[in-house]
């Protein structure tokens, strides 16, 4: 579809930057539209699309802005719009964002001032929110957007949620690319590869139910609450194009032992979940998946895959850590940025964010509460069986 055909969807538009300089539009297009325009940038993560970004926040309390030079999309942001109920002040949220690398084009720094002045006029001036951007983990890219925040006026006040993230060099020549790999997760592959696995990639909606059985299980050994937006799943499904995302599983004699999900499309493609069965463990299931995951990527163009953070499991954080080997990046978070003009921004920016805090430490002290109690059960159980003997 055709640049024209997609602004054609939008209902409305309006500028909020000086006349004769750019124009945006604003909150005029279908969700499908607006992901059929993301397709035509390198830089678009999964907060970004409305697939994925509205069905975990409701789409409710998303709204969007595409920057135009000319009529043609040179940036734009999805953004979820946070506010305490009842109260006249909130929180314009862009994460992973804004998007403004055109996929063919030079990366234009004027492009990502632009779209930030239009963010500020609309979310800041227009609508007296707190405007917060947290860009996405990038090798070349992060420290740069980092650089044109601070310059346009943003100050980082959080380190952002989330952890480090691991991403992994991709390129044409799968033997540089093996090679590049750490010496241990190589002997893991190879050792995998003699296993009779088999990786395959699958129509999406078709390997959906084996993925949540998958996942059930794994929720089932590990003893935790699962939290992850699988709901998100059928409409990311439904609405991306089909090129845009991969479901990989892993077989032996017949029966799925590992699965994982991922979201390609720009120049980083993104891992969003995975799941591996008992039996899979002891095959290194994990390590022929994400081999073949990323042999895959890489013949696609892709420059890097992004594996994700490695919160609070050493064993996930080591595995990731020699899939990125030498010339990969494990990348700190740039942070929250943050721009409050007024003192109701302000004051929205501090509501929020102290909220969150209070949730966030709420809930790791009941995680805490709740891995304590199933170590407590794990040593009972023995003594009655024993008991019982």
């Known amino acids: ?10 209902a409305s538009s309006h500028a909020a930057v000086p006349a004769g300089g750019p124009s945006i539009a604003v909150d005029g297009l279908t969700p499908a539209a607006w992901d059929r325009l993301t397709g035509r940038f390198a830089d678009v993560s999964r907060f970004q699309t409305a697939a994925y970004a509205d069905g975990l ?16 999309p040179v940036a734009g942001a999805r953004v979820a719009l946070m506010r305490p109920p009842g109260l006249p002040v909130g929180v314009a949220y862009v994460k992973g964002g804004p998007f403004w690398r055109r996929h063919g084009r030079a990366a234009d720094p004027d492009v990502y001032r632009e779209i930030l002045v239009a963010l500020r006029a609309e979310y800041g001036d227009r609508r007296g929110l707190c405007l917060t951007v947290c860009p996405s983990p990038h090798p070349d890219y992060q420290e740069i957007e980092a650089a044109l925040l601070r310059e ?32 241990k997760w190589r002997y893991n592959l190879k050792l995998a590869e003699r296993n009779g696995l088999t990786v395959r990639f699958r129509d999406p909606m078709e ?46 004699d017949g029966e799925t032992v ?63 850590q020699g899939l990125v080997g030498r010339s990969g990046r494990v990348l700190a ?47 009972i159980a023995p003594a009655r069986s024993v008991a019982g003997a």
């Open 152 to 183: 346009s006026g943003f100050r980082r006040n959080r380190d952002g949620a989330g952890n480090d993230s691991f991403l992994m060099r991709l390129g044409p020549d799968a033997a540089a690319l093996r090679a590049d790999l750490s010496q």
């Open 207 to 252: 390997a959906l139910p084996e993925f949540h059985a998958l996942h059930d299980a794994l929720v089932a050994r590990k003893r935790f609450v699962g939290r992850e937006a699988l709901h998100t799943l059928p409409a990311l499904f439904r609405q991306l194009p089909p090129e845009r995302v991969l479901v990989a599983t892993v077989a032996h």
């Open 57 to 72: 926040r409701g789409p409710g309390r998303m709204s969007h802005l595409v920057l135009l030079r000319d009529g043609d």
């Open 333 to 379: 978070s740039a942070g929250e940025f943050d721009h409050a003009a007024t003192p109701r921004a302000i004051l929205g920016g501090r509501l929020l964010y102290g909220l969150r805090d209070i949730r966030v430490r709420t809930s790791g002290q009941y995680a805490h509460a709740r891995t304590r109690l199933q170590a407590g059960l794990r040593r």
């Open 258 to 320: 590992a699965a994982a999900i991922v979201i390609a499309g720009g120049d980083v493609a993104h891992y969003l979940f995975g799941a591996t069965a008992d039996a899979g463990l002891s095959l290194r299931a994990g390590y022929a998946l994400h081999w073949g995951i990323a042999c895959r990527l890489a013949a696609s163009g892709a420059a890097w895959y992004d594996l994700g953070t490695g919160i609070g499991n050493p064993g996930l954080r080591l595995f990731k």
């Open 1 to 10: 579809m055709s640049d024209a055909a997609v602004l054609s969807d939008f």
